[in-house]
C-alpha cells in the first residue's frame, strides 16, 4: 500500500532499470541462437535496450559454455534464448543520479535485481 508520498527520483529510475530488463528478456527470449551468431545477438541487445530513456549503458555477455553444453545435447545447430545463456548489466542515469542493475544466474534462476544507487548525494563522512 502506498505512503501517498511521490516516489524519489532514485526510484524512479529503479523502475526504468526494471523496464529495461524487462524489454530484454521478454523481447528476445526463444530467439534462435548458436554460438556463430551469439555474439551479433547481444550486440543487437545492448543496441535495442540503449535507445530507450534514461539508458547509459547495456553490457549483455553470453555464457558460452552453457551455450556450447545446450548446443551439444540438442538435436539442432541452435538453441531457443533463455536467461540461462546470458549476464547483462544496465546502468540508467538521470542527471548525477544512477542505478546499476545486473541479471545473472543465481541457484539456476535468471535474477535481475538493482546492485547500486547513487542518488547523487556526497558522502562528506559525518
Not at 8 to 29: R, V
Amino acid at each position: 500500500m502506498s505512503d501517498g508520498r511521490p516516489p524519489s527520483e532514485a526510484e524512479e529510475l529503479c523502475f526504468e532499470a526494471g523496464i529495461k530488463f524487462g524489454t530484454l528478456y521478454h523481447q528476445f527470449a526463444g530467439t534462435p541462437v548458436a554460438l556463430e551468431s551469439a555474439r551479433e545477438l547481444a550486440t543487437a541487445m545492448e543496441s535495442a535496450i540503449e535507445n530507450q530513456p534514461y539508458c547509459e549503458s547495456v553490457t549483455v555477455d553470453v555464457r558460452e559454455a552453457e551455450l556450447e553444453a545446450a548446443l551439444a545435447a540438442g538435436a539442432a545447430d541452435y538453441v531457443e534464448l533463455t536467461g540461462r545463456f546470458l549476464e547483462v548489466e544496465i546502468v540508467v542515469a538521470d542527471g548525477d543520479r544512477e542505478v546499476l542493475a545486473r541479471m545473472e544466474m543465481d541457484d539456476g534462476y535468471p535474477l535481475m535485481r538493482v546492485v547500486s544507487v547513487d542518488d547523487g548525494t556526497v558522502d562528506d563522512g559525518r
